[in-house]
């Protein structure tokens, strides 16, 4: 089915604000560390859908109801940006001024509207506002609940990445359907680490410190925190079947390696291929690999690292590049830090983008999220804010099989989905 006026496809939006049961206090600042910093450009935007039977009695009074508690662990989240009066660093005021909430309805029903694969539609279902330019009034998360026609409902989230990753935005929403559901009671009291942002490390400083890769320097955002692309991006969605999963493997690792190794290396190797196969000169030699460090705080403690070829991508074996992208042990988000902490805020900068960037998503629980006990039929995340090289997210998907995710210059989409079908069988 093809919707016809998709401009009409999402109507009735109402917003509103939920914020914490409890009173955080009047003077509660959050400190955000250099890296939370470099990553403030990015939004992270999460969509969940439900079949009609995980919903059903489900209100918008009980909804809002379970937040209050389920905010009450997550105040930070409610915060809003304010600028040190000494400094001008930006900080977080925990004035408990809460989430912002959107109910909605679409006009097509779940089944065909997932039928569609369609990124730019499923975009609609996740509230597009950046921070600021008035900081003040600018919600850190939002959460849009659409109804579709027929039943079934989706939970999209904008997470803005000073938050923190991708980890922290999944671990978020999935304590919020513990909540709902009654296993877990929330209090203050609680000093679980993953409600709360690790301390700035002391910034490891060095003379001869190299300037990061990873990172790019854009010019200043004011207090309006995303930055113009130089091409129109657009985004689209790879499924790979286990079964491709597993000829991929054998096809890139030896015999021995297989079953050691994550899915991401491989398909990282190849798609590096195909986009410098169908990318005029020069080639993208350089690529970036963004992973969590698997610390279960809020913010943002990447393993940032860079991969460089000497040598032509496109005619290399996509065994030549996972051997690359496994040799790679440095990770740069000292230098971020350092950088970033020796421009104090001036100018900004993105990570998502300076380079081609592979995001390793794969131990993510995206399934984690269940409603009356029942878990969505699909989700996924993209990224908003990213720069013209690009970003690919690796995603667990249903059946073993994985979701990618490409944001990349509109004009390149539809020959790198060739390329893929093409060498790969993949689309």
């Not at 409603?371 to 720069?387: E, F, I, R, S, T």
Request: aromatic share 10%.
């Amino acid at each position: 089915m093809v919707f016809g006026d998709v401009d009409d496809l999402i109507y009735d939006t109402k917003l509103s604000s939920v914020g914490p049961a409890s009173v955080t206090g009047p003077d509660v600042f959050q400190n955000v560390s250099n890296m939370d910093l470099a990553m403030k450009l990015h939004y992270l935007r999460g969509v969940y859908f439900f079949e009609k039977e995980a919903v059903e009695g489900l209100t918008i009074s009980k909804i809002k109801e379970s937040m209050f508690y389920w905010l009450d662990l997550y105040y930070i989240s409610c915060s809003r940006v304010r600028r040190s009066e000494t400094t001008g660093r930006p900080i977080l005021k925990c004035n408990d001024c809460g989430v912002r909430i959107i109910e909605a309805k679409c006009k097509m029903n779940m089944d065909d509207f997932l039928q569609l694969k369609d990124c730019s539609l499923q975009n609609r279902l996740v509230y597009n506002q950046v921070l600021g330019p008035e900081l003040t009034f600018s919600p850190l998360a939002m959460i849009q609940l659409t109804w579709f026609k027929c039943g079934g409902m989706s939970v999209g989230l904008r997470w803005a990445h000073v938050l923190g990753d991708a980890f922290s935005a999944t671990e978020y929403i999935n304590i919020w359907g513990q909540v709902l559901a009654g296993h877990l009671q929330p209090s203050r009291s609680i000093k679980d680490p993953k409600f709360q942002f690790k301390a700035q490390a002391q910034v490891q400083n060095t003379e001869k410190s190299s300037i990061p890769l990873s990172a790019k320097r854009v010019d200043p955002v004011g207090d309006y925190w995303i930055t113009p692309n130089n091409c129109k991006m657009g985004t689209f969605s790879l499924e790979i079947t286990a079964d491709q999963l597993t000829k991929l493997q054998s096809d890139i690792f030896d015999q021995s390696q297989n079953g050691k190794n994550s899915y991401f290396v491989p398909i990282s190797a190849v798609i590096w291929q195909c986009l410098a196969s169908i990318r005029e000169e020069p080639e993208p030699m350089t690529v970036t690999i963004y992973r969590s460090d698997g610390e279960r705080y809020l913010g943002n403690n990447p393993i940032l690292t860079v991969v460089k070829a000497a040598f032509s991508i496109a005619k290399s074996k996509p065994k030549e590049l996972a051997a690359l992208i496994m040799d790679q042990k440095v990770n740069e988000r000292n230098q971020i830090e350092q950088m970033v902490e020796k421009d104090q805020d001036m100018p900004d900068y993105i990570v998502f983008g300076a380079n081609p960037t592979f995001v390793d998503m794969e131990e993510v629980n995206l399934y984690g999220l269940e409603v009356n006990g029942l878990k969505p039929v699909y989700a996924n995340y993209m990224l908003h804010g990213v720069g013209d090289e690009g970003v690919i997210l690796v995603l667990p998907a249903t059946n073993g099989g994985r979701t990618v995710i490409i944001t990349m210059p509109e004009g390149q989409i539809s020959e790198l989905k060739a390329e893929m079908k093409m060498k790969w069988n993949i689309g």
